[in-house]
């Protein structure tokens, strides 16, 4: 019998250096090559494997799971949950989205503390954040569906009007805001290309890219993370975690960019 | 106690294609933390790949590798339904193996 | 110009009235046309959804009036209001004592390479970068430059080094907005995100005949 075997993927550390100061061209094809190695691998597979675990083991003060966490579409129910949200939840009065939901069933049937569960929401590689897990399985239940977020409620269209609002509001001392950089069509930041993510077709793509392994961070990094590090690049205050406001920026991304396919966590440089 | 490794096996006509993800550090050794102390080194230093009671994969490997790193491999020879047990052992003496089936 | 002698309270009426006009017509959900009550709310939600971190503070959400109008208008105010505007900063723009307005174009290229500052996570007391290839061009070997501004490669060659140039150069740096009300480009000397000398670093980085940047 013969016997050939070829290593195609071995992914080099010096990859999360890599340094941007290369010219355009190289360093994306670099980045497509990458990808089409990595092919449908994608080291968030881990953080779904601990986030099922995570969903089915009986935790917190009241020692239950999570199975029976109404995601939107009745209790236990966690496939195709994730297309339909930032959504209203009738049973909280407001729009969330699956982030702060997940956490909200953590705190009201787990019995955890709103305090833990803001203490830590951000991991790191070392030590990835519970919700960072359990997330991660919730969108993974959603890949192939397509995002249909719904906007039929008058307080999911107040959650649009209020995220395009702060999207639009410049302040601070570099009077920044998030549409300085993403309102505008094939802008770069250095080499990053930026989203228009007033228009559907750019919002559709970026959408659908969180949450997302990054390799140079090698984490998981949520949504409400990317709105937390755009608004720590703005030079302004930090937005609460699951505010209203960063709830509603999320809510206004979403049905902007609503309608793509999602394809699971992505993979980012 | 390390994640499980996700390993997908699979023929695509006379070839089959083995991926591998392991959970990883793969602490370089090199990296400093904070507050300027090295991180100590933690990798992967040798794996192996057996395929239908076949040792197709033994190799050692180090710290020129990424944190969770993914593996592939194509080979002929093996068939569906053929058990696929990778194991890997880190500088720590850590271990681990796991199995899937050639779909 | 006439412009110049309206009261604010002219620019407040003018404002309201545009404002009214265009959120009463807006259909499209992707025009984004605010009408003073939206602008409300979002600043409540600013103001009760945020928390100080680091050295960034809570009265950096305090806007200012210009802030004000480039919000109320989405950052297309009208030419009448832009001209007032634009007169009021380029009436605060502190220029050198000394007169001296060119510094070390080294110095100036290594500025306009750092993004470091003014972040939650940036440590305080080490200097804050004039984060300049974020958005623009400049010297020809840096390759990793972004396009929210224009490029600014050979700027002085273009235009020379005469002491208007200078000025104008200097200026445009401490306040963009004294020359386009609602630009993009934050206001780094008016906002003391940059300090005199290496405002003088940039200008020189960008008009000094030997900076990369004219060559």
Known sequence: ?269 | MADPMKIRAQMKGDVTEVRVLMGHAMETGQRKDAAGKAIPAHFIQSMTVDVGGKRMVDAQIGTSISRNPVFGFKMKGAKAGDKVVVSWVDNKGDKRTDEATVA | MTTYTKSPLTVALALGLTTVLLGGCATDRSAYNPSPDVIKNAMAAFKRDFDAKGSASLDRLNTDKLQDICNATNSKPSPDMAAVVEREQMAAIKLPADGNLLGDWKAGEKLAQSGRGMTWSDKTGIPNGGNCYNCHQLSPQELSYGTIGPSLLHFGKIRGNSPEIQKYTYSKIYNAKAYNACSAMPRFGHSSALTEAQIKDLVALLLDPQSPVNK
């Open chain 1, 1 to 269: 019998m013969k016997f050939s075997i070829v290593a195609i993927a071995a992914l080099a550390a010096a990859w999360a250096g890599t340094a941007l100061a290369q010219a355009k061209d190289p360093t994306i094809a670099g980045i497509e090559k990458y990808r089409e190695m990595l092919g449908d691998d994608n080291p968030a597979e881990l953080y779904e494997a601990r986030g099922e675990q995570a969903w089915k083991k009986k935790a917190g003060p009241k020692n239950v799971s999570l199975e029976n966490c109404d995601l939107g579409l009745g209790p236990g129910v966690v496939k195709g949950a994730y297309a339909q949200t930032p959504r209203y939840f009738a049973d909280v009065d407001r729009v969330m989205d699956m982030e702060t939901r997940i956490n909200w069933c953590r705190m009201t049937q787990q019995g955890i503390s709103e305090a833990d569960i803001r203490k830590r929401p951000f991991g790191s590689a070392d030590k990835p954040s519970e919700i960072e897990d359990l997330l991660t399985y919730v969108v993974t239940a959603s890949k192939g569906m397509t995002m249909n977020v719904p906007s039929n409620h008058p307080k999911e269209r107040a959650a649009y009007e209020l995220g395009q609002a702060v999207f639009h509001m410049r302040a601070g001392p570099y009077d920044f805001s998030c549409a300085t950089c993403h309102g505008e069509d094939n802008l770069r930041i250095r080499l990053q290309e930026l989203p228009n993510l007033t228009k559907s077709e750019d919002a559709k793509r970026a959408y659908i890219g969180w949450p997302a392994y990054r390799v140079s961070t090698s984490r998981v990094h949520t949504m409400q993370w990317r709105i937390n590090d755009c608004f720590r690049q703005q030079r302004l205050p930090e937005p609460r975690y699951m505010s209203e406001a960063v709830n509603a920026l999320i809510t206004y991304m979403a049905q902007t960019g609503n309608g793509a396919e999602y394809k699971g966590p992505a993979l980012k440089r």
